[in-house]
Structure formats: structure tokens, C-alpha cells
């Protein structure tokens, strides 16, 4: 019918073919279109102006950042054991190893580190070499030298005086080791069933704030009970408190966000020993379409939309911390280092342009007692479910899964501390707020994972409307 649309000579012609279009798209489950509109609840921002911000200025701008040697090396400890039951052993699918990047091929000035990660310094080595493209993900080698077990010890030490938001990882652990996240890409790798599920129920039904009077699960995973469909088991939120009603969407919105991640990168199939991935139609019908998930699907990615107005509000909010002159991305190639430093300020400029930011400051606003005592109960749960992550059996998705987690609990740092990044001093470390290099790391690559998200959503809208 489309090409009838396209090949109509008369004027008459195009406006049937116009009108049988309409109709058939009409028939779509119009997961996006329809669904996903307007304003969002708790803020005062639209979607439309969110996808036009994101494609326009941040996504091609995010996508070459994440190309940089300082952000696509990440240091992680997958072998971390799980704190809250016996783990049910690992993923044995080969997509779900990571591989690790060589130390040799690490650039010096990460593999190195300073005594003071925060001052400039001179370094006259060649353009670094980067890691080789793995041919085969093969299994973990977690074994470092002691050089490099000494050289992040000023890197994992800095102020602790900050509320933390997330579990994270000790750098001296002789089981860190670094992985290249551009060649351990996030995608669906198989992993599934139990162990999956277990993770994900943890998260929502143990951390997650609910009412007594909700009997169903919170986790979409979860086969619903009774007569309660996705969409009257989102009216349970109306009776929260706005932190909690938040708490609830940033993880919901994550596990969207995976699950698009997972829906754009899927396994279509694997001819003599060459997978070829690419999107999955039916998988994202699966997890967002609203007759098939009884309208929770356009729910959830409404929370994908409110997690990236949360993660792009911390960015703005951080940018005086990285614009002082003190602060250098360093790798060891002073060239590169200075142009990631000018790309990530353009950024952060985009990110202070956005009019319609979340609004921070509404949370935790009460009497002081008990808005300290609700932003502490808010802070263990998501430092609980950062644990979880440990519990995850494929090490692809535990890698990404810690990596996201982190980001936004360094975000949500960021959000809290205010008061401290405005009294930054210019020329010296700061005692109030720090970041280590890993939560640098995991911040923006967190949120250029929801930017991805967002913008794949795009293509799925258009996949659908040529799939009828």
C-alpha cells in the first residue's frame, strides 16, 4: 500500500492513498505516537522538546564523548560476590563474558594516575594506541600488576563526607580490572529466566516504596493478579509523597531504558559463527506495547523520559565543578585531553540552555527531621539496589548494570550537594564535593546510555510504521 501511496500521479489518487495510510497507521499500537506525548507528571517538560533537545544537541555530541580514551575505559570488579542470596552461577552464553582490555593497551595517564588527580600535567607521549577490536568475547582475565594496584589508590581515596548513593567498587581490588565499553557493547546476550527475575523482583518489591493497601507486584516482570491492569496499578503512585512517586519512575525508567538497549541490539541471528544484531520489533511490542503489556508499556517509557530530565539536571548542575582550570582529563595525551575537556564543557553548556529542568528543590522540602530522615531512607534503598547489581549473573549485563546504577547515583550526588559545587574553590581540590574519575565515568556514560535509549525510541517509531 505504501508504494501505491508513493506512485499515485493524480492529486486524487495521493489523497485516497493518503487517506488508506492514515487508516492503517491508525490500527498501530502507536506505542509512541499515541502513548508517549505530552507533559510529563512531576515536571513541567513535554516529550516532543525532549526528543527534539536530545537528537539535536546531545546524542551526536554524547556519541563522540564516549568515543574518548577518558570515558570509554572503565574500571569494574565483576566478581564481587552477591550480598543477599547464593548466587545461581554465571551466565555460560558467550555473549555474556566481557572482554577485558590488555593493560598494556591502556592509555598512560589512566593506567598511571597522579598523586593529584585534579592538577594539570605535562606529558610528552605519542598518540596513545587503543585498544584492538576483539575479534571473540572471550572470558574475564582479572589479574593486574601490583603497579597498577598502586596507582588508583589516589584515585578510590578522596572525602567521604558526601552522602553516597551507590556501593562502589574498590579500585585496589586485585579483581578490578578495566574494560573497554566500546568493544563490550550493551545488548541482549540471552540472559533470562530466574536468575534475571530474581534481580529485578529484589529491586522493586524489596527497595521500592509501596503503599500496604498495593497487593500487586511492582515488578513488570511479575504475571499481574486479579482484575488490576497496568494502568489502574499506576494510580497506587498518586497516594506517595513525591520523593517516593520519583524514587519508583528513575527505576522504572531504567529498566526501560536496559530494555531498549536490549530491544536495538538483539541477536537476530548467527550464520557461521558471525552474529549479526540489530533491532527487534517484536521484542519492543513485547515490553512496551500498550495492549500487550496492558497499558504499562507507554508508563514506562514516560519514566524513561523523567529519569533522562533527572540525569540531564544533574549535568547542569555539575558543570562549575569541571569548568574550574584545575580540573583536567587526563589520559596522558595532552592534546586529546584538552579537547575532551572543550567537548565536555559544550555539553554541559547545552545542558544549562534546556528551560524545562526538573525541579530538584521540591524534594525533600518538608520540616527538616523528617525531610532528613526520608532523604536517608531514599538514599540506602538505591545504595541497596546498587548491591543488587553484584547479583546479576551475566557479567555483560552486571558490567552495564553497575555502570548505569552508579551514574545515576552519582547524578543524584550531584543533586544533593548544591550548596558545596557553589563554593568550589578555583585552584584546589575541594573538600565539600569530589568525584572520583570512576563516577566521572559511569555519569556520562549513564546518561549517553538514556540518550541512546531516547533516540532509538525514534527509530522504533519509524520500524513500526513500515512494518504495516
Known amino acids: 500500500m505504501s508504494r501505491g501511496v508513493r506512485s499515485a500521479g493524480s492529486g486524487q489518487r495521493a489523497a485516497v492513498g493518503a487517506v488508506q495510510l492514515l487508516v492503517a497507521l491508525s490500527f498501530l499500537p502507536a506505542v509512541v505516537e499515541a502513548q508517549v506525548t505530552g507533559v ?277 548542575k555539575v558543570a562549575p565543578y569541571f569548568e574550574r582550570s584545575i580540573v583536567d582529563l587526563y589520559t596522558g595525551n595532552v592534546e586529546e585531553d584538552a579537547d575532551t575537556k572543550t567537548l565536555l564543557l559544550n555539553i554541559f553548556q547545552d545542558t544549562k540552555s534546556f528551560p524545562m529542568h526538573f525541579d530538584e528543590k521540591s524534594m525533600f522540602a518538608g520540616d527538616k527531621k523528617g525531610a532528613k530522615s526520608l532523604k536517608e531512607e531514599f538514599r540506602l534503598h538505591f545504595k541497596n539496589i546498587s548491591r543488587i547489581m553484584d547479583c546479576v549473573g551475566c557479567d555483560k549485563c552486571r558490567l552495564w548494570g553497575k555502570l548505569q546504577t552508579q551514574g545515576l547515583g552519582t547524578a543524584l550526588k550531584i543533586l544533593f550537594s548544591e550548596k558545596e559545587i557553589q563554593k568550589l574553590p578555583e585552584n584546589s581540590p575541594s573538600k565539600g564535593f569530589q568525584l572520583t574519575r570512576q563516577e566521572i565515568v559511569a555519569l556520562m556514560n549513564a546518561f549517553g546510555r538514556l540518550s541512546t535509549s531516547i533516540r532509538e525510541l525514534q527509530n522504533f517509531k519509524i520500524l513500526l510504521q513500515h512494518s504495516r
Request: with cysteine.
Open 40 to 316: 510529563l507528571d512531576d515536571c513541567l517538560c513535554d516529550i516532543d522538546s525532549i526528543d527534539n533537545f536530545n537528537t539535536y544537541k546531545i546524542f551526536p555530541k554524547m556519541k563522540k564523548l564516549q568515543e574518548r580514551d577518558y570515558f570509554r575505559y572503565y574500571k569494574v570488579n565483576l566478581k564481587r560476590p552477591c550480598p543477599f542470596w547464593a548466587e545461581d552461577g554465571h551466565c555460560s552464553i558467550k555473549d555474556c563474558h566481557v572482554e577485558p582490555c590488555p593493560e598494556s593497551k591502556i592509555p598512560v595517564g589512566i593506567k598511571a594516575g597522579s598523586s593529584n588527580k585534579y592538577l594539570k600535567m605535562a606529558n610528552d607521549t605519542k598518540e596513545l594506541e587503543d585498544c584492538e577490536q576483539a575479534n571473540k568475547l572471550g572470558a574475564i582475565n582479572s589479574t593486574l600488576s601490583n603497579q597498577s594496584k598502586e596507582a588508583f589508590i589516589d584515585w578510590a581515596r578522596y572525602d567521604d563526607s558526601q552522602d553516597h548513593f551507590c556501593e562502589l567498587d574498590d579500585e585496589r581490588s586485585p579483581a578490578a580490572q578495566y574494560v573497554d565499553l566500546l568493544l563490550n557493547p550493551e545488548r541482549y546476550t540471552g540472559y533470562k529466566g530466574s536468575s534475571a527475575w530474581r534481580v529485578w523482583n529484589s529491586i522493586y518489591e524489596e527497595n521500592c516504596f509501596k503503599p500496604r493497601s498495593v497487593y500487586r507486584p511492582l515488578n513488570p516482570l511479575a504475571p499481574s493478579r486479579g482484575e488490576d491492569d497496568g494502568e489502574s496499578f499506576y494510580t497506587w503512585l498518586e497516594g506517595l509523597c513525591l520523593e517516593k512517586r520519583v524514587f519508583y519512575k528513575l527505576i522504572s525508567g531504567l529498566h526501560a531504558s536496559i530494555n531498549l538497549h536490549l530491544c536495538a541490539n538483539y541477536l537476530l541471528e548467527e550464520t557461521w559463527g558471525k552474529p549479526s544484531w540489530g533491532p527487534n520489533i517484536k521484542e519492543f511490542k513485547r515490553r512496551f506495547d500498550p495492549v500487550e503489556t496492558k497499558g504499562e508499556g507507554p508508563r514506562r517509557l514516560k519514566n524513561l523520559y523523567f529519569l533522562y530530565l533527572i540525569e540531564l539536571r544533574a549535568l547542569s
